[in-house]
């Protein structure tokens, strides 16, 4: 899980020097923040699929509790981003 953080957050950084390269420092942090209000949106329709359909198994619950972090971690990443730039 550790492993996977480090590889969000290099991927993270990558992507916003990638944009800081190509815009203003005001478009990346608009960039960003709509990324992050992305994820945020996709992770609840995760949330929501989950809750309406039928009862999961323990196997299809770690899968969706894996997904429904991971879409949130990403959020939290991308606004931190936003935060330090």
Do not use: P, Y
Not at 23 to 44: F, G, P, Y
Request: proline content about 0%; overall charge positive.
């Amino acid at each position: 899980m550790l492993k996977e953080r480090l590889h969000s957050l290099e991927a993270l950084f990558r992507e916003r020097n990638e944009i800081l390269k190509h815009r203003s420092q005001k478009q990346a942090t608009t960039i960003l923040a709509n990324r992050a209000q992305q994820a945020d949106a996709e992770a609840e329709q995760t949330l929501q699929e989950a809750l309406s359909g039928e009862a999961m198994n323990a196997s299809a619950f770690a899968d969706f509790r894996k997904r429904f972090l991971q879409q949130k971690m990403e959020k939290h990443w991308r606004l931190a981003i936003k935060a330090a730039s």
